[in-house]
């Protein structure tokens, strides 16, 4: 069974808590959260304020992407939003271990994503830790990018991996996920699937939610 996390990154902020009532009616299962510092990535997305609106709204479980440099600072803050789970990127964190522990101290789910050029070998020593693996299909930072197709062999290299440790790791991919591709990466062993402009630049963001929730 498939998990798909909408990222409201491409949603309408204008109106987005109509938008975040339509997920509510939707048959997504999460919500991905993109939050970006102009530093790790270079753009700047949204911070705590926007996060409060969600958090009120949504009656989905968020699924939080910090693309923020030292984002042990923020963890405790994120943290009392409960989302499902709290994701950093393994280029930011130089105690990654730590990091990890301390979002698990909550009771979340930690999540680590790794930038398209990050091999998979590199979670060799920590997967075992890792609840959930976001595969990066595009450079972070902007929605709307072209799926970069290198990201097959890092699904397979990672399901791998996860098989040879006996690990429990869900494997996330986030960028460029449409209908044209999501049958493949589930197909790869893909776990959840992130789609941003696929769904809410649609005429239709809730058939085409439907979409790919019935793909196989
Ligand atoms: C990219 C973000 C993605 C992005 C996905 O930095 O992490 O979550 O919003 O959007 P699409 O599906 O349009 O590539
Ligand atoms: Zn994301």
């Keep these: 069974m498939m998990l798909l996390s909408p990222s409201i990154l491409s949603s309408n902020f204008g109106i987005l808590e109509k938008e975040l009532l339509m997920l509510n009616e939707s048959s997504c299962d999460w919500v991905h959260i ?4 102009g530093v790790f ?30 984002p042990d600072k923020y963890i ?3 943290a009392s939003y409960k989302p499902e789970v709290l994701t950093v990127h393994f280029e930011a964190c130089t105690h990654l ?8 101290s909550y009771d979340i789910k930690a ?7 990050t091999p998979i070998n590199s979670l060799e020593s920590i997967i075992n830790e890792i609840d959930v693996v976001c595969i990066m299909s595009v450079n972070p930072g902007f929605g709307g990018q072209v799926f970069i197709e290198n990201t097959f062999s890092k699904i397979k290299a990672l399901k791998n ?7 429990n790791t869900l494997i996330q991919i986030d960028g460029g996920v449409s209908d044209k591709n999501a049958a493949a990466l ?9 789609a941003g402009n696929y769904i809410f630049k649609s005429n239709d963001p809730k058939d085409n939610i439907n979409k790919l929730k019935n793909i196989k």
């Design 41 to 70: 990535v270079p753009n700047i997305s949204f911070g705590f304020p926007v996060l409060e609106v969600i958090k009120n709204t949504s009656l989905k479980p968020l699924d939080i992407h910090l693309m923020i440099t030292n």
């Design 111 to 117: 999540g680590v994503a790794i930038n398209p050029h």
């Design 186 to 194: 589930l197909k790869e062993g893909s776990d959840i699937l992130v």
């Design 76 to 78: 405790e803050k994120f």
């Design 34 to 37: 993109d939050v970006m510092d």
């Design 97 to 104: 271990h730590r990091t990890i522990q301390k979002i698990k």
């Design 161 to 167: 991996l996860i098989t040879k440790q006996k690990s």
